[in-house]
């Protein structure tokens, strides 16, 4: 692979206690990463593009503000959604994509070399710029390939996403499924078929037969997702209807032409209400019947009947 390049603009960490401050919040221990930039501003992560088979550089920046060095240990890793939809990193096992494409420049008897991690000492009051690769694989598919460079020293860690885009078709793709409500929320999956990160778009409506019971516009949701990921979502409905039969239609869009329309039916009924109702029916039936068989035990003029003796004769009198 064509590393010799990269590795001769690697031959020195760049060292700088005066430099550009980095873009980012630091944390109480001291040191923090942010992708390396030349303004203040900075940027919120590293995106490179490239065909399958090429070598992409970028950088990084470590910055250590405290009256102490910190050694950081730097390593590649995939990017992957949680399963409410959240951003994270695969933090055991092995990368199989764009985290196992990235590598540092190395050291190992006097040459540079591409590593998968790096540990790095961090003097005092200094920022390190530590430069990276990104390997394409000649097999990569098209679409975005997320990943992250994650760094860690003193018991936590921190991470830098990188947004690589591999060259050829894109194709967005977008479904939503499994829709269901209870306990006032509305449930449902998301599900990206295509190759390129989606930031969706929901639309909720429902119709029911006393008319319509819900109805919100289009609006962005907060995640990035990932090709090939499936997330659980919910809505919520604070103010459904208390009896009726609605159809709950929900909608989501994302850039490319992706889109996507799923339903559900459901039925409100006031149980409670319902059960109420039921018991002081009961209880006022159970009440009549009480009286009505007071009243046939207990005669109209309040006197108790006196038996009557009927005799049957027979026989012929002498």
């Known amino acids: 692979m064509p590393y010799a390049p990269v590795l001769r603009c690697a031959v020195a960490v760049l060292l700088s206690a005066a430099a550009t401050p980095v873009a980012v919040a630091v944390a109480d221990d001291g040191w923090s990463l942010a992708p390396s930039a030349s303004t203040p501003d900075g940027r919120p992560y590293v995106y490179a593009e490239g065909t399958p088979g090429t070598v992409l550089q970028d950088s990084v920046s470590l910055l250590n503000p405290g009256a102490r060095p910190v050694t950081v240990r730097l390593r590649g890793a995939d990017a992957d959604n949680t399963a409410n939809g959240g951003?994270?990193?695969?933090?055991?096992?092995?990368?199989?994509?764009?985290?196992a494409w990235i590598a540092f420049?190395?050291?190992?008897?006097?040459?540079?070399?591409?590593v998968r991690t790096l540990s790095l000492r961090?003097?005092?009051?200094?920022?390190?710029?530590v430069p990276f690769t990104v390997s394409v694989p000649a097999g990569a598919t098209p679409g975005d390939h997320p990943g992250a460079i994650v760094a860690g020293a003193g018991g936590r860690s921190s991470a830098v996403r990188v947004q690589l885009r591999v060259g050829g078709p894109a194709v967005s793709a977008l479904t939503v499924e499994h829709v269901a409500v209870h306990g006032g929320r509305i449930s449902y999956e998301l599900v990206n078929r295509g190759n390129t990160v989606l930031i969706p778009k929901?639309?909720?409506?429902?119709?029911?037969?006393?008319g319509r019971a819900l109805d919100r516009a289009p609006r962005t949701l907060p995640l990035d997702l990932l090709p090939g990921r499936r997330v659980t979502l919910t809505e919520?409905?604070?103010?459904?209807?208390a009896l009726d039969a609605v159809d709950v239609r929900l909608t989501v869009t994302a850039a490319g032409g992706a889109h996507d329309t799923t339903s559900a039916s459901v039925r409100f009924v006031p149980w409670g209400a319902l059960a109420a109702a039921a018991g002081a029916g009961l209880a006022a039936l159970g009440a009549l019947w009480g009286v009505r068989r007071h009243r046939r035990r207990t005669p109209d003029d309040g006197a108790s009947e006196r038996p009557r003796t009927e005799v049957e004769w027979t026989g012929a009198v002498s």
């Open 87 to 99: 951003l994270t990193v695969r933090a055991t096992g092995k990368s199989t994509d764009t985290g």
């Open 236 to 241: 919520p409905w604070h103010d459904p209807p």
């Open 105 to 114: 420049a190395g050291d190992r008897g006097g040459r540079r070399i591409p």
């Open 202 to 210: 929901l639309a909720v409506r429902a119709d029911g037969v006393l």
């Open 122 to 129: 961090v003097p005092a009051h200094t920022r390190a710029d």
